[in-house]
């Protein structure tokens, strides 16, 4: 194990990885750089860059898409968040309705029951 001024050198490994991220100016120069390259030289660009085939031609890809730009990672924002609100305080609305509703009926229900029971007893 390596020392420096007589103590042990911190070689623990770190718990989590980090995922890489390339700007877009980094891919538009890489492929710029791959296009030029002639027969058998782009392994050597991945190698030296620390890239896989895939990147490039998922960059290759979003370039001819015209997609090719920084992007966020996370969640993507719903475009119709909107129509999902109303739609929720709208069913919201309706389920109070409608316990409105069945209790009016419940009520409705015994209060015939009532009327039947009164009208039996009566001679």
């Not at 007589?6 to 891919?27: I, L, M, N, W």
């Not at 015209?66 to 129509?83: E, I, V, W």
Request: glycine fraction near 6%; charged fraction near 35%.
């Amino acid at each position: 194990m390596a020392q420096q001024n007589g103590k042990r050198a911190d070689v623990e490994v770190q718990p989590r990885a980090t995922r890489r991220t390339f700007s877009a100016e980094y891919k538009r120069r890489i492929l710029v750089e791959a296009d030029a390259c002639r027969h058998g030289q782009v392994g050597a660009l991945l190698g030296r860059e620390g890239l896989y085939y895939s990147h490039l031609a998922k960059w290759r890809g979003e370039r001819e898409a015209g997609t090719l730009a920084d992007r966020t990672r996370g969640l993507k924002p719903n475009p119709d968040r909107a129509q999902v609100d109303r739609l929720a305080r709208e069913n919201a609305a309706l389920k109070r309705k409608l316990e409105q509703a069945e209790a009016i009926i419940e009520a409705q229900k015994k209060r015939a029951r009532l009327l039947d029971s009164r009208e039996n007893e009566q001679p």
